[in-house]
């Protein structure tokens, strides 16, 4: 079943950088056998459902959103990014920007790739971190917290733990323990940083209506 995920993950992922553009319409069809197939063209004479992927590793997607202006999310999942903040010992505002750079704070995202929920989860690591729900904020986001905590304890800069967690580890490994050279990591990195330094000087609105900006670790 495993080996099966994998080959659809591939398969998604080829149709992604072969249309090269922001999202992908795949449609996917159950044969009479059970078994399931995916196209980037229409069935014809089939039923069929129709999949928008999400896919941040064209350039089109990754070029199309001016990071330093583009409006943050500040009312979404507050509690969950606290507790696990405290939880973890991990920056909030890092929470924040990882949250808002892999899903824009859509709890049901799924990527290309196959990774799931508001932190983009591949299925090893919600296996590592106990997450029986990668559609659940609270599991998601404590998931991820704990797995950016891991990586920051190895590497010492935002920089590498940042491109291991969108890379892997055995791709900053194979590297020297540095930002391997990937136009997707790089822009990953960039992304994730402007978008922490945004949060770390935003005012927050509470429930009261009061406001309040957190303060920077």
Not at 76 to 83: A, D, H, V
């Amino acid at each position: 079943m495993s080996m099966i995920k994998t080959i659809v993950s591939l398969v998604l992922l080829c149709f992604c950088f072969v249309t090269k553009s922001k999202d992908q319409k795949i449609y996917k069809h159950v044969d009479n056998k059970g078994i399931i197939h995916y196209s980037s063209k229409k069935p014809v004479g089939k039923s069929y459902k129709l999949l928008n992927i999400r896919c941040p590793e064209c350039s089109a997607w990754r070029n199309r959103i001016n990071w330093n202006t583009t409006p943050l999310i500040d009312n979404k999942f507050g509690t969950e990014i606290s507790i696990a903040a405290r939880t973890h010992g991990v920056d909030e505002h890092l929470l924040r920007a990882v949250i808002h750079a892999e899903s824009a704070y859509k709890h049901k995202a799924v990527s290309s790739a196959g990774a799931q929920g508001l932190m983009q989860l591949m299925p090893l690591t919600q296996k590592t971190y106990q997450v029986t729900d990668p559609f659940d904020p609270q599991q998601n986001i404590n998931g991820g917290a704990a797995y950016l905590k891991h990586l920051i304890n190895i590497y010492s800069t935002p920089d590498v733990f940042l491109a291991a967690y969108n890379s892997g580890e055995t791709a900053v490994e194979k590297y020297g323990k540095t930002v391997p050279p990937f136009p997707e990591t790089k822009e990953y990195v960039r992304r994730v940083k402007i978008l922490m330094n945004r949060y770390k000087k935003h005012t927050f609105t509470n429930r009261m209506g009061s406001s309040t900006t957190l303060a920077a670790e």
